[in-house]
């Protein structure tokens, strides 16, 4: 047994209090203290813009007045119709929402995904409640063996694990590597995704006939999840439906 791993071996043996005094909980967003591993300070929970009703039934962009009852749509949606159909996330992707993506997918905080995971589950039970199984937007090979690591399949096992519902990471592959989407515009995202996502031949099967629940970090403008949804529909998919960590955007009208 090495150092590390005797150390590692004698703080697992320890009481949850006399491990706090060597490792403080801190919190999530910023790294101050916090009560709880893995919570939100105060400051950095009244920061986080968490997305409410009204809101458009299909992006799940929050309306900035009520419009009323029934079912509400944006005038994107109705201009442009996603090939998902439906969309919710938890918070709007402003300062906290975005330290905490940042955290997670570009400093290997991998703890933060049960949290994160947790939160995306209570703002997409209605999507979770309709959910046959539970598929993570899949990274080009290359781009997983340079991170290590898919941020959307970490997320995606918290959520079908606390619903109970089927986890396919292989059920999608992404067979072309993008560039970035930083920067380029809507109709240049789109077209950068065009063709990037295949349901795998030997595992269609597990999504064939099932209503999909897709899961990413951020929703920008949709492209993303519109070249999944796609590639997972006409794998014999049922429906697709999106949920996200953080929405890109401010209001739906």
Known sequence: MTAFEAVASALRGLPR???SLIYPPTCSGCGGATADPGALCPACWSGLRLIEEPLCQRFGTPFAVDLGVGPLLSP?????PPVFA???AVALYDEVARRL????KYED???????MGRMMAA???VLIADAECVVPVPLHRWRLWRRRFNQ????????????GLPFEPSALVRVRATRSQVGLSRAARAENLSGAFRVAEAQAHRIRGRRVLLIDDVMTTGATGNAAARALLRGGAASVDLLT???????AG
């Open 109 to 115: 905080r991998l703890d933060l995904a049960g949290a």
């Open 123 to 125: 703002s997409g039970r």
């Open 152 to 163: 959307a399949a970490l997320l995606g096992r918290v959520i079908a694990g606390g619903a």
């Open 17 to 19: 209090g006399a491990l």
């Open 101 to 104: 993506v940042h955290r997670l």
């Open 76 to 80: 994107r949606a109705i201009a442009e």
């Open 86 to 88: 439906r969309a919710r």
């Open 245 to 251: 960590f953080a929405l890109v955007g401010d209001t």
